[in-house]
């Protein structure tokens, strides 16, 4: 009786039993991010290179920047330092021609001298267009400054051609004579600084239109 109750109870004793492990695993962290970048770059690749356009736009008018610089800051020193006197005078006159006799000649070096500074004060402005290419704030900051420098220097250029045009031809109605032929020196550096000041102008055209060209890609 004791016998088979002991055996009995042996053979009621719980055996543990251990699950098998999933055979399932997760995949690696390096494996997901490497998928991740692959489709990432596979998206990129199909992607227009606008911002490259826009890149090369900002280089090119930084570059553009830096001549009408040169441009209209050597109009304004050139016309400003203009004067020539004539060796013959007489003891109540001496016949000398600075730019400060004329006017137009005034407005001529403020509105280079203006558009010259300007221009220096937009190249970070250009830069940070560089540096960002899908920026629009700063590019059309620069779009509707450089429409308004567009005028200003043009009005300036154009006035001071019409009285280097008087002083090389005169005018014959008005009793107007020609002076370049004694002043030669003061007609050869306001005539050029006049075609320094309209190459100025066209530059400043040129950074319109690439400003209004780099608005319209998105």
Request: aromatic share 10%; glycine share 4%; with cysteine.
């Amino acid at each position: 009786m004791d016998s088979s109750h002991s055996t009995k109870e042996t053979g009621d004793i719980p055996i543990p039993i251990t699950e098998p492990k999933s055979s399932k695993k997760t995949p690696p962290v390096t494996a997901v991010s490497r998928w991740k970048k692959a489709f990432a770059a596979k998206k990129t690749a199909h992607q227009p290179p606008v911002s490259r356009w826009k890149r090369a736009l900002g280089i090119l008018d930084f570059i553009l920047r830096i001549c009408a610089i040169a441009t209209t800051l050597a109009a304004a020193t050139a016309m400003g330092t203009t004067n020539q006197q004539l060796p013959f005078f007489t003891q109540f006159f001496q016949f000398k021609a600075d730019y400060t006799d004329l006017p137009a000649f005034t407005f001529f070096v403020i509105g280079n001298a203006m558009a010259a500074a300007y221009l220096v004060l937009s190249l970070p402005f250009s830069i940070v267009c560089i540096v960002r290419p899908h920026i629009i704030g700063a590019r059309l900051m620069l779009l509707v400054f450089d429409t308004i420098a567009v005028p200003l220097i043009t009005a300036a250029a154009s006035a001071a051609a019409s009285i280097v045009y008087l002083a090389h031809n005169g005018n014959s109605n008005a009793n107007w004579v020609a002076i370049c032929q004694q002043f030669d020196d003061f007609c050869q550096r306001v005539s050029g600084a006049v075609v320094a000041s309209y190459i100025g102008a066209l530059i400043l055209v040129l950074l319109v239109i690439v400003s209004a060209v780099a608005l319209r890609r998105k």
